[in-house]
């Protein structure tokens, strides 16, 4: 959609809704003579709140009539003031009293009963207030926030992953993505559908989507930095993020952000022959967004209801090295398109003359990506890479040109030669997600509070091949050739149902809490197949030459090029049902000490029941200083997804184009060689730090953690079609007659392979200072991280050879594990405000990265490791090991802002000043793009850079406008 037309869009919105909202209550909260910022505002019995802005204002929209207005900030004592509503203005200031907690959010995360100030909490806790971070970066969204918000918190976008490219997922200090259970208002969000199964990055890992959650409905994100599944259950082995949606009433709040790349460096437009990539614009990935909250309340007993949406229009981006050779196995390298939106509600009823809430959420999300395959070249550098097969031909062998989709690296006015013809296929991606919950909750006349819930959710991603070809589809002149393809999809089904019942004993000790509960969920899984053109062998040949010189017929490749559909021996359905029961004590020993127990027991239809415990303690040095430490242990079942996945996919080996399938474990292939079934991961964590506060504006965070985590769920390295392990390549069901038939040339699996430990350290400094008209915050947040490889587990029937031994976990696939974090990653944020103006920088430095290329050669001779990715160093036959370094990198991220009305405000800066890339991701001294046996396009990603560190699109500009009324 064009900018103008959003322009547009906007203002005839807001032209409609400003005069709605008249301003009768206004008013200034203050504490010490400074400004109250993002105090909330009640007024009662209407249920009519809102928020104060960085001036302490508020204002409100009420009849005529008496209130009780309260007014309550975080570090400030509550306040309510009685007040009668005239007609005309009315004017409220309210001076707040710091409270002794001044400056330390209250989490009820890691705890099932009243929440804790962060820094009394025995265990580490992040708390993110999203409508202040959105102001201040031209990220959109809130993965990447909160990557430079939270220590340990990791996210990079991924390209040439295929789905990876379309969904967005993140992880906790180094682990997987599926090692962090989300949840929102306290109770499990479902996962994604999908598995990642290539890319850089949390290979066969499932996850959680945050980004289908409208960024407009979210209050703030509270983040648990450590082992949890005693209390949450499985997945939460690396901690838990619950995400905490919006109770505003009569507040409408309105955020609107157009961003763009300026990269003047690796932007393809750059290259002296641009004919030789895909292009886009100079100013490219061009953002527009825009997120709409507003909330009524319902009844006079508190009751209400809130709606935010979101909207995000994302174009694509093309890089590569200007000054390399062309990147002959991508060459539309970038960020796929994105196009999404969707809403969220959360609802809260008193239910009158009792002491119970009916309450309910939920929201829907649709997102539309497209992005680009690997390359497929006629015949490139005669024959360097030559895939002739991946296109469609006459029954002669030659090849049928198809405008708008093939593309001619060659200068304008060439000759036609066929040599110089190429494509990248594209995949749509369509995902909708979808969720509702309801429940009750309320008090006895006994002070037992109890809590019931129900809550689904389901996310359905669904595959189409565009601008592609299934090549072995006859050509019949004078038809069209079929250039778009249902390759078809899978979905996700979890229902959840929950009762939580807590009581704390004020005279026990200094206060027991004591809570138990049970939960029974239910989970299903369905993979459906594509239609019979996306994977079908069409039984079209292309004609030849053999080995010897004799007349050849080539089988073409099958299915649709780019991803291949899913075929109906791969489609499923499984479902599963889980029963656990949990208990939990906390006890305030004396006022100083504090300790904290839990234990869990679960039962899963699919492989049996699984326990975990929890250990906490807090203790009081002093009034301002807090050691704390846990040991607990966890687990994690393998999802439906892992266990029922199975497709075939384009994968880049030695330089040339090969399909993988994914073998399903559960499969009679499988079984019949002797692959065996997943199951639960299970972890040990222990952690220990403290929380300091030398200043009432200042605190100190520092917790060092050790994870050991058994029998984690990994991709397997790759097996080749016809490995004896894989049995008789002539007997049919075994894995080798399967890949035959698929045209598959390479085969993997999900398993238990390996046992790791990670250890490091978060750090956290958090300071605030008000003073007149001035504000001055910095906030600093570190990890520094190791993860080691314990145990490698090969299944008896893969290690028969010592090359079959080599490949289950390869070298290739170990560093992939250890680069789901950098070694380090710091970000510093400097904001200073004075009257209507505020300036701010975000500093981040991310450490080291290493990842292996496939390997063009065998190792040398003399090498330790003879299955060891190398090359060939330019000019000679040395191999050297293929290993990428990322060395570390610093981002600088600017901005202003200006309070043009006290309820508008404006935003401008830019990300990544310096337009900061990774290291390319080439061996020193090993580049020739012609040899064969050089680093060059030998990685994952096929192009300049992998999805590491900061990404690779380069500095971003970006302009924000938000709206309160």
């Known amino acids: 959609m064009k900018l103008r037309l959003h322009l547009f869009l906007l203002g005839a919105f807001l032209s409609v809704c400003t005069p709605l909202f008249a301003q009768t209550l206004t008013g200034t909260v203050t504490s010490a003579g400074k400004p109250v910022e993002a105090g909330t505002v009640l007024a009662m019995p209407s249920a009519?709140?809102?928020?104060?802005?960085?001036?302490?204002?508020?204002?409100?929209?009420?009849?005529?009539?008496?209130?009780?207005?309260?007014?309550?900030?975080?570090?400030?004592?509550?306040?309510?003031?009685?007040?009668?509503i005239t007609d005309g203005k009315n004017v409220l200031n309210v001076e707040l009293p710091a409270s002794s907690e001044s400056l330390k959010e209250v989490v009820v995360l890691g705890n099932r009963g009243a929440?804790?100030?962060?820094?009394?909490?025995?265990?580490?806790?992040?708390?993110?207030?999203?409508?202040?971070?959105?102001?201040?970066?031209?990220?959109?969204?809130?993965?990447?926030?909160?990557?430079?918000?939270?220590?340990?918190?990791?996210?990079?976008?991924?390209?040439?992953?295929?789905?990876?490219?379309?969904?967005?997922?993140?992880?906790?200090?180094?682990?997987?993505?599926?090692?962090?259970?989300?949840?929102?208002?306290?109770?499990?969000?479902?996962?994604?559908?999908?598995?990642?199964?290539v890319g850089t990055r949390g290979r066969g890992n499932s996850g959680t989507d945050l980004n289908a959650i409208p960024e407009a409905s979210?209050?703030?994100?509270?983040?648990?930095?450590?082992?949890?599944?005693?209390?949450?259950?499985?997945?939460?082995?690396?901690?838990?993020?619950?995400?905490?949606?919006?109770?505003?009433?009569?507040?409408?709040?309105?955020?609107?952000?157009?961003?763009?790349?300026?990269?003047?460096?690796?932007?393809?437009?750059?290259?002296?022959?641009?004919?030789?990539?895909?292009?886009?614009?100079?100013?490219?990935?061009?953002?527009?967004?825009?997120?709409?909250?507003?909330?009524?309340?319902?009844?006079?007993?508190?009751?209400?209801?809130?709606?935010?949406?979101?909207?995000?229009?994302?174009?694509?981006?093309?890089?590569?090295?200007?000054?390399?050779?062309?990147?002959?196995?991508?060459?539309?390298?970038?960020?796929?398109?994105?196009?999404?939106?969707?809403?969220?509600?959360?609802?809260?009823?008193?239910?009158?003359?009792?002491?119970?809430?009916f309450y309910s959420f939920g929201g829907y999300n649709y997102k539309h990506s497209n992005v680009y395959a690997y390359t497929r070249s006629w015949n490139y550098d005669n024959g360097l890479r030559a895939n002739p097969t991946k296109f469609p031909t006459d029954a002669a062998g030659n090849l049928i040109f198809v405008p708008g989709i093939m593309k001619i690296d060659a200068p304008a006015g060439a000759a036609y030669n066929p040599d110089n013809v190429y494509y990248d296929p594209q995949e749509d991606v369509y995902i909708k997600d979808m969720s509702a919950a309801f429940g009750f909750r309320g008090t006895t006349a006994s002070k037992w509070d109890w809590d019931i819930s129900d809550n689904t959710g389901r996310n359905d991603f669904h595959y189409f091949g565009d601008n592609t070809?299934?090549?072995?589809?006859?050509?019949?002149?004078?038809?069209?050739?079929?250039?778009?393809?249902?390759?078809?999809?899978?979905?996700?089904?979890?229902?959840?149902?929950?009762?939580?019942i807590t009581k704390r004993f004020a005279h026990v000790a200094q206060g027991l809490q004591v809570s138990f509960g049970g939960e029974f969920r239910y989970e299903r899984y369905q993979l459906y197949a594509g239609e019979p053109n996306s994977y079908i062998d069409g039984g079209a040949k292309l004609p030849g030459l053999g080995s010897k010189g004799q007349d050849t017929l080539y089988s073409k490749a099958s299915g649709s090029e780019g991803y291949p559909g899913y075929t109906p021996s791969q489609a499923t359905v499984a479902s599963r049902t889980n029963e656990g029961f949990y208990a939990e004590g906390a006890l305030d020993v004396t006022q100083q000490w504090l300790i904290d127990g839990a234990a869990r027991v679960e039962h899963y239809s699919d492989f049996g029941g699984e326990s975990s415990f929890k250990f906490a303690t807090r203790y009081k040095l002093t009034d301002n200083f807090n050691l704390r430490g846990s040991i607990s242990s966890g687990f994690r079942a393998p999802t439906l997804q892992q266990i029922n996945f199975s497709n075939t996919n384009t994968n880049i080996v030695s330089g040339n184009l090969y399909y993988t399938t994914l073998v399903s474990t559960v499969s009679a292939a499988a079984k019949a060689a002797e692959i065996p079934k997943l199951t639960p991961e299970t972890s040990?964590?222990?952690?220990?730090?403290?929380?300091?506060?030398?200043?009432?504006?200042?605190?100190?965070?520092?917790?060092?953690?050790?994870?050991?985590?058994?029998?984690?769920?990994?991709?397997?390295?790759?097996?080749?079609?016809?490995?004896?392990?894989?049995?008789?390549?002539?007997?049919?069901?075994?894995?080798?007659?399967?890949?035959?038939?698929?045209?598959?040339?390479?085969?993997?699996?999900?398993?238990?392979?390996?046992?790791?430990?990670?250890?490091?350290?978060d750090i956290v400094i958090d300071y605030k200072k008000?003073?007149?008209?001035?504000?001055?915050?910095?906030?600093?947040?570190?990890?520094?991280?190791?993860?080691?490889?314990?145990?490698?587990?090969?299944?008896?029937?893969?290690?028969?050879?010592?090359?079959?031994?080599?490949?289950?976990?390869?070298?290739?696939?170990?560093?992939?594990?250890?680069?789901?974090?950098?070694?380090?990653?710091?970000?510093?944020?400097?904001?200073?405000?004075?009257n209507k103006f505020a300036f701010g920088t975000h500093l981040t430095y991310y450490g080291d990265v290493k990842e292996l290329g496939f390997g063009e050669v065998s190792p040398a001779p003399s090498a330790p490791d003879q299955y060891f990715p190398s090359v060939y160093l330019d000019g000679t036959t040395t191999p050297v090991p293929e290993i990428f370094?990322?060395?570390?990198?610093?981002?600088?991220?600017?901005?202003?802002?200006?309070?043009?009305?006290?309820?508008?405000?404006?935003?401008?800066?830019?990300?990544?000043?310096?337009?900061?890339?990774?290291?390319?991701?080439?061996?020193?001294?090993?580049?020739?793009?012609?040899?064969?046996?050089?680093s060059f396009g030998d990685s994952e990603s096929g192009g300049p850079f992998e999805a590491v560190q900061m990404g690779f699109n380069g500095m971003r500009l970006y302009t924000k406008f938000t709206l309160n009324f």
Do not use: C
């Open 115 to 197: 929440g804790r100030t962060k820094v009394e909490s025995p265990v580490p806790v992040d708390v993110v207030n999203i409508s202040q971070v959105n102001q201040t970066t031209a990220k959109p969204d809130l993965m990447s926030q909160l990557n430079q918000q939270v220590p340990s918190f990791n996210y990079n976008k991924q390209s040439g992953g295929d789905g990876s490219d379309a969904i967005d997922f993140a992880s906790l200090r180094g682990l997987g993505f599926d090692e962090t259970l989300v949840l929102v208002n306290g109770k499990r969000r479902h996962q994604s559908a999908f598995v990642n199964e």
């Open 218 to 357: 979210i209050d703030h994100v509270e983040i648990l930095r450590d082992g949890a599944s005693a209390q949450y259950g499985s997945d939460a082995i690396a901690g838990v993020i619950n995400i905490v949606l919006k109770k505003d009433t009569n507040h409408l709040t309105i955020n609107a952000g157009f961003s763009g790349y300026n990269d003047q460096k690796y932007n393809t437009l750059n290259y002296s022959d641009p004919a030789a990539y895909y292009t886009g614009k100079k100013f490219d990935g061009q953002t527009f967004t825009l997120g709409a909250d507003y909330g009524v309340a319902i009844g006079k007993n508190g009751g209400f209801l809130n709606v935010g949406g979101n909207y995000e229009n994302e174009g694509k981006t093309f890089r590569d090295d200007p000054n390399g050779a062309i990147s002959r196995e991508r060459r539309a390298f970038g960020d796929g398109s994105v196009a999404s939106g969707g809403g969220m509600y959360n609802m809260e009823i008193p239910i009158k003359g009792t002491n119970t809430v």
């Open 770 to 834: 008000r003073w007149g008209n001035s504000h001055f915050n910095a906030l600093l947040a570190g990890n520094i991280q190791n993860l080691h490889i314990d145990q490698i587990h090969i299944p008896a029937s893969l290690k028969k050879t010592p090359s079959d031994s080599a490949s289950f976990f390869d070298d290739r696939e170990q560093y992939f594990l250890k680069a789901s974090a950098p070694a380090a990653k710091f970000t510093l944020n400097l904001e200073y405000g004075i």
């Open 469 to 500: 070809f299934n090549a072995s589809l006859p050509y019949v002149a004078g038809q069209p050739i079929q250039t778009r393809f249902d390759d078809g999809g899978f979905n996700f089904l979890q229902n959840t149902a929950n009762v939580d």
């Open 885 to 934: 370094n990322f060395s570390p990198k610093i981002t600088t991220d600017l901005y202003v802002s200006y309070k043009i009305r006290k309820n508008i405000a404006w935003t401008l800066g830019v990300d990544n000043l310096f337009n900061v890339h990774p290291d390319t991701d080439l061996v020193k001294g090993s580049i020739n793009p012609t040899s064969g046996t050089s």
């Open 48 to 84: 009519a709140g809102t928020s104060t802005n960085a001036a302490g204002a508020y204002s409100l929209s009420l009849k005529a009539g008496t209130y009780k207005v309260t007014f309550s900030a975080v570090g400030y004592e509550k306040k309510t003031v009685s007040v009668v």
């Open 684 to 761: 040990v964590n222990y952690s220990l730090g403290f929380a300091w506060q030398p200043l009432h504006n200042l605190t100190v965070t520092v917790d060092g953690y050790d994870i050991k985590i058994k029998n984690r769920i990994v991709i397997s390295g790759t097996y080749n079609t016809g490995d004896p392990a894989l049995g008789n390549i002539n007997t049919p069901g075994t894995i080798n007659y399967i890949l035959q038939a698929q045209n598959s040339q390479q085969a993997q699996f999900f398993a238990n392979a390996v046992n790791t430990t990670n250890k490091g350290v």
